[in-house]
């Protein structure tokens, strides 16, 4: 069983819909969720960051997280064509300052006019 | 601010040379971490600096691989025979100091994308 999983894709929606990104982790002990955006090419961009159970909403993205079911899942609105890219989910072990990202294998996500 | 750059952006060698890859952080930023990705593959660790210090290796795949972070600025990251299975885009991150208890913020670099044929 990989540590962090999500469905590779390709996720599409039409413009405007929303995009729901889903990832699932087998640790436990996971302290700390991201979501990353990559381009083709390009590096991954921090999206958003989630420690506490529930959601945190940031413009036009939403995280959710919940630790019982060990899933934390992004929620993009109104989903933009530039919005296409691969999302890659990464979770933190531990309490120090500084720990290592385990990441999954990210989720292409195709948004069509 | 400038963001982590890295050096070259793309490198094709020979199985059995050596290559240098570097990387340099935000500035202010103390930690500073290599990660791997092989094709098809998730992002791996390799391994993280706290200022010049290796604070986890756990992820070097083995003694071929050797990183520095010589005065807590930049890093190299040397490969040395390269074999074909090294292949792949390897990134550097960095991210600040932070309070233990939550995780830090890691921003990435572009990557150096290492062809060994």
């Known amino acids: 069983q990989k540590e962090v999983e999500q469905n590779s894709g390709p996720l599409s929606v039409p413009e405007g819909a929303i995009a729901s990104l889903n990832c699932t982790y087998s640790?436990?002990?996971?302290?700390?969720f991201f979501w990353y955006r990559q381009y083709s090419g390009k590096s991954p961009e921090l999206i958003m960051f989630?420690?506490?159970?529930g959601d945190k909403e940031d413009g036009r993205f939403t995280a959710q997280l919940n630790k019982a079911s060990q899933y934390v899942s992004l929620l993009i609105r109104d989903s933009q064509p530039s919005d296409s890219a691969t999302y890659l989910c990464?979770?933190?072990?531990?309490?120090?300052?500084?720990?290592?990202?385990?990441f999954g294998g990210g989720t292409r996500l195709m948004v069509k006019p | 601010e400038a963001g982590v750059t890295q050096f070259p952006s793309h490198s094709v060698i020979e199985k059995g040379q050596t290559v240098t890859l570097r990387c340099d952080p935000i500035?202010?930023?103390?930690?500073l971490y290599w990660y791997r990705r092989v094709m098809g593959k998730e992002i791996k660790f390799l391994l993280h600096?706290?200022?010049?210090?290796?604070?986890?290796e756990s992820g070097m795949p083995n003694n071929r691989f050797l990183a520095e972070r010589t005065g807590g600025t930049y890093s190299t990251l040397k490969v040395q025979p390269a074999e074909l299975e090294d292949s792949g885009v390897y990134f550097c991150?960095?991210?600040?100091?932070?309070?233990?208890?939550?995780?830090?913020?890691?921003?990435f670099g572009p990557g150096t994308r290492l062809t060994v044929l």
């Open positions: 989630i420690y506490s159970n």
């Open positions: 991150a960095s991210s600040q100091n932070r309070v233990k208890g939550v995780g830090d913020t890691q921003y």
């Open positions: 500035s202010g930023h103390d930690n």
């Open positions: 600096f706290v200022k010049e210090s290796k604070q986890d």
């Open positions: 640790d436990r002990g996971s302290q700390s």
């Open positions: 990464a979770v933190n072990v531990g309490n120090n300052a500084g720990n290592m990202l385990t």
